[in-house]
């Protein structure tokens, strides 16, 4: 709560009639101002932003603007590290965003063939083959096989892939088709191969040899990624991963895992080694077009010349935040003028005119005493209780021209109170008054010890 002093001036006067005039001058201390800085006085009268002071005071004078002008928009990239891996990564999007995302590589991928021993519980007793997929991956592991007796073709074996269902069906003649018979069938499939043969002269029984669908398992991908918004792990394995297949998974990336492109492709049949795993490695030169970073006290402004305009400039000033949220946009410029070297070029302006707020005297005056109780308002109360007003006027007393004026607002006889507010016809509302030194709030009041 700020005390706006009489300085003495204020009295009350006792006249005839029981009429007392009670008159009196205060002061508000400065308050607290802003350093500024008019960014068309180091550059161009195109660039017309007023910066100032997050905070009022002194301590703003310290801060300094630098403008750059070396923004672009760029995609960050990495060289991947393996010794033997040529490919070049780079962000999915432009910007310095990129510069957050890290790529690492695992050897630790297994890669196993999903597979199947057609013989055993639940299965076939005779047909003792073991199949498998015909490449490594998880991708084997919804293919199913069946077998079942019926009519023959050579040697009484029929084979069906179906590749919309992912089931193998073997079918066989009772007691004339033998392991070795299914196995020449087997042969040239598109998906399901042998792995392990069986012992080829048994011969199938209906009775033995059947076995429902029954799912391959075990498959296990010898290339894979693991992504998160900001980190990308390939998980390969040695000796047996290509550059291609690598490639292959990560422009298959979409959604939200679509973080990184293949910038520039490497030699897709080199295989990865183990020594080509490497830690987390940051993408690296992403730019944007106009950003800013602060160290104190220097917030720095990079631009792209002739491209960043004053409002994509006050844009980035005003999506500040953390520590670097130090500077406002004071006064907005001309959103279309666009900035350009060197004459937009600034180097360590300084800014200017921050003031701390003036100390308050403690001299209580000889009647009464203006307190600063809200915005825009006051109250004067007096040192006597009177119990009626009769004549009240306000004024404000300033050394510039101003559209706000001060006036009577309530009167309190038991509380010794009056209340004033400052009406700004500008702002149409309640507002408080700018008072620089020598300023003054004045007021006169008629009071009267009798009620009329």
Not at 39 to 57: I, Q, R, W, Y
Not at 201 to 210: F, S
Not at 239 to 263: N, Y
Not at 269 to 283: E, K, V, Y
């Amino acid at each position: 709560m700020a005390i706006l002093q009489s300085d003495g001036v204020a009295e009350v006067q006792g006249y005839g009639y029981g009429l007392t005039v009670c008159s009196g001058s205060a002061s508000q201390a400065d308050v607290a101002r802003k350093a500024f800085l008019d960014c068309s006085v180091p550059g161009a009268a195109t660039f017309d932003t007023v910066l100032e002071a997050k905070t009022a005071g002194t301590a703003g004078n310290s801060l300094r603007l630098t403008t750059v002008a070396d923004g672009a928009t760029v995609k960050a990239y990495l060289d991947l590290p393996g010794a033997s891996i040529n490919t070049v990564l780079e962000a999915h999007t432009a910007g310095r965003a990129g510069n957050s995302i890290t790529v690492a590589a695992v050897n630790d991928a297994t890669g196993v063939v999903a597979s199947l021993a057609c013989n055993g519980t639940g299965k076939t007793t005779g047909l003792n083959t073991v199949l498998e997929y015909a490449t490594f991956g998880t991708a084997g592991n919804a293919w199913k096989v069946a077998v079942e007796p019926g009519s023959g073709g050579g040697e009484g074996v029929n084979v069906f892939e179906d590749a919309v269902n992912k089931v193998l069906t073997i079918m066989y003649e009772t007691a004339v088709s033998t392991v070795a018979n299914v196995e020449a069938a087997l042969a040239g499939l598109t998906y399901i191969a042998i792995k392990t043969t069986g012992t080829g002269a048994t011969v199938l029984a209906a009775a033995t040899d059947r076995m429902p669908a029954t799912s391959l398992a075990g498959g296990t991908e010898q290339q894979y990624l693991v992504v998160t918004p900001t980190t990308l792990v390939i998980h390969y394995k040695a000796t047996a991963t290509t550059i291609t297949q690598v490639e292959a998974l990560i422009t298959a990336l979409a959604g939200g895992d679509d973080i990184v492109d293949v910038k520039t492709g490497g030699t897709g049949a080199t295989i990865w080694a183990s020594g080509d795993a490497f830690a987390a490695t940051p993408l690296a030169s992403g730019n944007d077009p106009c950003w800013a970073s602060y160290s104190a006290p220097l917030m720095t402004v990079h631009y792209a010349d002739g491209v960043t305009t004053v409002g994509a400039f006050e844009a980035v000033i005003a999506a500040l935040s953390g520590v670097s949220d130090v500077i406002d946009v004071k006064t907005t410029g001309t959103p279309a003028n666009v900035l350009g070297a060197p004459a937009d070029t600034i180097a360590a302006a300084a800014f200017a005119s921050g003031t701390a707020a003036a100390a308050i005297s403690t001299d209580q005056g000889v009647g009464a005493t203006l307190t600063h109780t809200g915005t825009g308002e006051y109250t004067l109360t007096l040192k006597d209780k009177f119990a009626d007003l009769i004549v009240d006027g306000a004024g404000l007393n300033l050394g510039s021209l101003s559209d706000q004026k001060l006036a009577a607002k309530a009167w309190s006889g038991s509380a010794k109170t009056i209340s004033f507010a400052v009406w700004d016809w500008s702002g149409a509302a309640v507002a408080d008054p700018v008072l620089d030194s020598g300023d003054r709030l004045n007021w006169f009041l008629v009071l009267s010890n009798a009620s009329y």
